[in-house]
């Protein structure tokens, strides 16, 4: 059972904004890094976003994340359809002494 | 370039055991903490367990804590996930990621599949 909850679904058509939410604790969230990771079908993960908001080299701009409290958004600009993937938010949660992950949200490009 | 390989997945019969391996290069491997995690068909991803540097802090999710033993070889540059009693609910590709501590497993393997069935 993941402890961070994500949005099972979003979508968006080509050049729109979509962002994605993840709703954690004071334990997750509330007090560590958040990590964003992008699974495209039949691929292993790829980190998106590090340390909350960090972009990896390589991983275009449009691909954005903020941490308001026991909450993380990740937010894509200028939707493209090479962006249809599952995405999954990610911390270190300090009551299970563990890494966690969200849910998962599947992006539709319409 | 950065390179995981995973290996030693297959069909295993519940109760059973299966030893896991990734074969690391293009990195120091023994500069990272290495992990591993795994998705269930059709199901998100969940972290298993990970392991520092040096081999001497270990840490598990609690549903396979007593059953899996991760290890390193720095030597050969290998991660290692031996699974013991295995159940049928730990059917999953398992990956290998690099840890790269507040920038996150920066990278991945392409993932071995383990089925546990009779």
Redesign the interface.
């Known amino acids: 059972q993941s402890v961070l909850t994500q949005p099972p679904s979003a979508s968006g058509t080509p050049g729109q904004r979509v962002t994605i939410s993840c709703s954690g604790s004071s334990s997750n969230i509330g007090s560590n890094s958040v990590y964003w990771y992008q699974q495209l079908p039949g691929t292993a993960p790829k980190l998106l976003i590090y340390r909350n908001n960090q972009r990896p080299s390589g991983v275009p701009d449009r691909f954005s994340g903020s941490k308001s409290g026991t909450s993380a958004s990740l937010a894509i600009s200028g939707l493209r359809s090479e962006d249809e993937a599952d995405y999954y938010c990610a911390a270190w949660d300090d009551s299970l002494s563990g890494h966690v992950f969200g849910t998962g949200t599947k992006v539709t490009v319409l | 370039e950065v390179q995981l390989v995973e290996s030693g997945g297959g069909l295993v019969q519940p109760g059973g055991s299966l030893r896991l391996s990734c074969a690391a290069s293009g990195f120091t491997f023994s500069s990272h903490w290495m992990?591993w995690?795994r998705q269930a068909p059709g199901k998100?991803?969940?972290?298993v367990a990970?392991i520092k540097q040096d081999g001497s802090e270990k840490?598990?999710?609690?549903s396979v804590k007593g059953r899996f033993t991760i290890s390193r070889d720095n030597a050969k540059s290998s991660l290692y996930l031996q699974m013991n009693s295995l159940r049928a609910e730990d059917t999953a590709v398992y990956?290998c990621a690099r840890d790269s501590g507040?920038?996150?497993?920066?990278n991945?393997?392409?993932?071995t599949l383990v089925t546990v069935s009779s």
Request: aromatic fraction near 24%.
């Open positions: 992990s995690v998100g991803l969940e972290w990970s840490q598990y999710v609690d990956y507040s920038s996150g497993w920066d991945w393997g392409q993932g």
